[in-house]
């Protein structure tokens, strides 16, 4: 029995419209580039949140690390997520 074309179309149409513009977006996105001093001073990052102010500027770090695994002794997965983040004021003369 032969399917009908029309409902196999809009699913075609539809996800292949998808599946285009998922390709468009990557082919558009620069790659990154890894700066070894920045991942140095991640991995140096402290877990838990901390801040700090200067004058004019706001400094903050946050690191949290688990490990989740399936089981007492089953494969793992270690998840290490770490932010900087700095936030500067200054005044500009108009």
Do not use: C, H, W
């Not at 409902?7 to 620069?30: S, T």
């Not at 688990?66 to 108009?94: C, N, Y």
């Amino acid at each position: 029995m032969a399917l009908p074309l029309i409902p196999v179309a809009g699913f075609v149409l539809r996800y292949g419209a998808m599946a285009m513009a998922g390709y468009a977006i990557a082919r558009a996105i620069r790659p990154g580039r890894r700066d070894q001093r920045a991942e140095d001073a991640l991995d140096e990052t402290a877990e838990g949140l901390t801040l700090r102010r200067e004058p004019g500027q706001l400094n903050g770090t946050a690191r949290r690390r688990r490990v989740i695994r399936l089981g007492d002794s089953g494969p793992g997965v270690e998840i290490d997520f770490a932010a900087l983040g700095r936030l500067r004021l200054r005044k500009t003369s108009a």
